[in-house]
């Protein structure tokens, strides 16, 4: 037990913060905890939540990708002109097209960040901009409304009583816990996140591993936009900015270290979830939209503050023992 | 005048149990040129590192600047005092120009003052009588240039103690003989020098006494007249071998397991060739920076090879880069275990078993259960403590951990291991048993080629030994007809 506390410590006071805000707001309105509330609230987080994930394996590497937003955009607006032209009767390639532009997107930042040796955030920084540029230039600025068919239904349709779009994202936290823990590329993303001299020391190649965790994000990233671009039935080039920081947010809330090398994937979930309850905690306590913002910068300076108090207080005792 | 500027005594310094100092005493006059020698790890760095503040020593040395008591060395109190250390790798800023190089810190003034900054700096080049333009920037001079300039700096700076640790390193003959003239009109200024050097030619020319250091332990301060090559050499490496030899008991073999044809990789490896025959330990040595780990790591595939040839069991390997290497039977246990060798945020096993995770699989993916039986068995084999294989690697003594780095080569069944350095830092204990692996490796017909500058080390366990010495291999010798005198003055004079 007392193992657990000491390892899973962070996951568990994020819950326990959950849980504490959710007291307090059933106080002031009995419907939050009700059945519908939760799934409204997961479903509502559901496709933030499958990309947190991938902005895990990628901060995991010690990198940062800035540009997810964009991705989305581009992901966003080519599945809803993919269905748009077909009607909606091919759900499935959709989704894969969406994730393969992604995947594509996220390569091409892999390897500028490998193999020139830039600054992931610079890197993204610039592709960011490209990204966003080319989708309106491409679109003229105009949305791709009027979703209709099977396709639609793919993120809304219950299965038990819960949409399908949480079930995909739980999916996604189940087969990301086997590739980071128990294959080989995802050891190499702990290690050459944790030690890039060591990593390849021992025969690691940095390029793959990071091909491999932006590229992963990327898809990740292409599911979110056609799972949104079915959610709403509509799709806008302005789509997704600001994405970076909510997803940064989240991965860092749950303990995914900024330097690299600690994934964590419940603390993720968590971290996508806590912001996702203050939002709805803070719509439903009729406080205005902008303490959202707020409310979510506090938090993510208490978490990151936590952490470099916990390591300074290790040091301390490191040096006097 | 015969006052110190400068005395410590009683000054001892443990890292994580292990101590590298022992009870060391030194003294500095006004104006004279102290050499301090020893070998690599003698303590002369943390030495230094404790008169600049930088490394604070145990409690109960004491520091005497000026004859009184300074409770509490810091950086900053150092460079008040007048202290100046000009590091072997010169921390100075390669962006800025010439001038603001030597004058950084010195005008405090809010708006800085060009015209004065100029004249500041020119005036310690005069008094140095070195020609520089004062507008480069620093970056785009030579190496040993900006080390002319670090001096120029201190000068500004009026120090009365400037630590020269290796000023020839980088320097051509004309700037050695440039660097000679300026510490002697430093010298009639009245500034003392600590001067560190390998090489005794250049510490017979410029020092008035020498202290020689081993193992942490002062063991003679004298006149420079007082000493010749000799005594100086047998003073540095110390007459008693501190390890059980541990030689080749299945005698001698013909066959070569591992061989190296003229392998170049400018600047640091200059065409380099030996062999590694069945049953032996091959022993590298010289100084730091003769290339001997540039070497190791062009033949693991870390660095591009401009040419040269490379041999397993008489097949020639190409290396692309390191997976290439290990998958060809060819490991490499790196000089720097904390930063090049552990997972400092992951556990024993997971360092254990990272580059043999295809061993570890169950199906496609990997089984906790096998990497906890791999980690196990090397736990028992090797005598890894504590035997906890969740434990975290940061938590690990330093022969424990380096250990845990044998065990994760020694299971990649290879058929060449290079280990750099492999007992840095490490206790007396750990030493002799990580000794004991490599002898028992070469047993098996693994070709172990060992890097070390502790001479004791590379006596006791190799069966022969190459001297490096400049990027080449100068001096090869058989161990029992070696002695540590005649290698130390191989790798020192050449």
Known sequence: MKNILKSKGRELLLAAVILIIGIIVTTITPAFFSVINITSILYGNAIMGIMAIGMMMVITTANVDISVGSIFAVCNMICAAFVKATGGTQSVLAIIIAMAVGCCLGLFNGLLVAKLNIPAIVVTLGSMNIMRGAIYYLTDGAWIDGLTGPFVKVASRRILGVQEAVWIWVAVIIITYFILYRTRVGRNVLAVGGNVEAATRVGISKTKTYLFAFGYLGALVGLGGALSAAKLKIAQPSNGIGYEMQLIAAAVIGGTEFSGGVASIAGTVLGVLLLGVIDNALVLAKVPVYWQDLATGIIIVLAVASDALKFIISQNRRRAG | ?494
Not at chain 2, 35 to 47: H, I, W, Y
Not at chain 2, 169 to 174: E, G
Not at chain 2, 243 to 256: L, Q, R, T
Not at chain 2, 320 to 336: F, M, S, V
Request: aromatic share 6%; with cysteine.
């Open chain 2, 1 to 494: 005048m015969d006052t110190n500027i400068l005395e410590v005594k009683k000054v001892n310094k443990t890292y994580s149990g292990i101590q590298v100092l022992h009870d060391v005493e030194f003294d500095l006059k006004r104006g004279e040129t102290h050499a301090m020698v020893g070998e690599n790890g003698a303590g002369k760095s943390t030495l230094i590192k404790i008169l600049a503040g930088v490394v604070t020593p145990d409690d109960g040395s004491e520091i005497y600047w000026d004859g009184k008591l300074i409770s509490r060395m810091t950086p900053e109190k150092a460079i008040e005092l007048g202290l100046a250390v000009i590091y072997q790798d010169i921390s100075m800023f390669p962006n800025l120009t010439i001038a603001e190089n030597i004058c950084k810190g010195k005008h405090t003034e809010f708006f800085v003052n060009f015209k004065k900054m100029k004249e500041t700096a020119q005036k310690a080049l005069d008094f140095m009588g070195v020609d520089l333009n004062l507008n480069q920037k620093l970056g785009e001079i030579s190496v040993g240039k900006q080390q002319l300039v670090a001096i120029a700096r201190a000068i500004t700076f009026e120090a009365q103690v400037i630590v020269m640790d290796e000023p020839t390193a980088a320097l051509s003959s004309s700037e050695v003989k440039m660097l000679y003239r300026i510490i002697d009109s430093l010298k009639e200024q009245g500034v003392s020098i600590i001067y560190i050097s390998h090489k005794l030619e250049e510490v017979f020319t410029v020092a008035d006494r020498i202290t020689v250091l081993r193992d942490g332990h002062k063991i003679h301060t004298g006149d420079a007249s007082g000493f010749t090559n000799e005594s100086l050499i047998n003073m540095m490496v110390g007459r008693e071998l501190r390890f059980i030899p541990m030689h080749n008991e299945e005698g001698d073999s013909d066959e070569v397991l591992f061989e190296v044809k003229d392998l170049v990789n400018p600047p640091m490896v200059n065409g380099v060739s030996f062999q590694v025959r069945r049953n032996e330990v091959l022993g590298i040595t010289g100084l730091v920076g003769a290339g001997r780990s540039e070497t190791a790591q062009t033949v693991f595939g870390l660095m591009k090879q401009q040419s040269g040839e490379v041999y397993i069991h008489g097949q020639e390997v190409h290396i692309k880069d390191t997976n290439d290497a290990i998958g060809k039977g060819i490991c490499y246990l790196p000089e720097d275990r904390r930063t090049q060798g552990l997972f400092a945020q992951q556990n024993m096993t997971w360092n254990m078993t990272a580059v043999t995770l295809h061993k570890q699989l169950s199906g496609k993916l990997l089984d906790s259960r096998k990497e906890l039986a791999t980690t196990e068995k090397y736990i028992k084999s090797i005598d890894i403590r504590p035997a906890l294989p969740g434990i975290n690697a940061r938590n690990l003594s330093g022969g424990n951990a380096q250990k845990v780095l044998f065990g994760r080569w020694m299971n990649a069944d290879p058929k060449v291991l290079i280990v750099d350095e492999p007992t840095a830092g490490v206790d007396v204990g750990a030493k002799a048993e990580i000794h004991k692996i490599l002898r028992n490796m070469a047993k098996e017909g693994v070709a172990v080629v060992l890097i070390s500058s502790d001479l004791s080390e590379v006596l006791a366990v190799s069966d022969r030994i190459l001297v490096m010495r400049e990027g080449k291999i100068v001096h090869e010798v058989k161990t029992d007809e070696a002695t540590q005198e005649a290698i130390l003055e191989k790798g020192l004079m050449g």
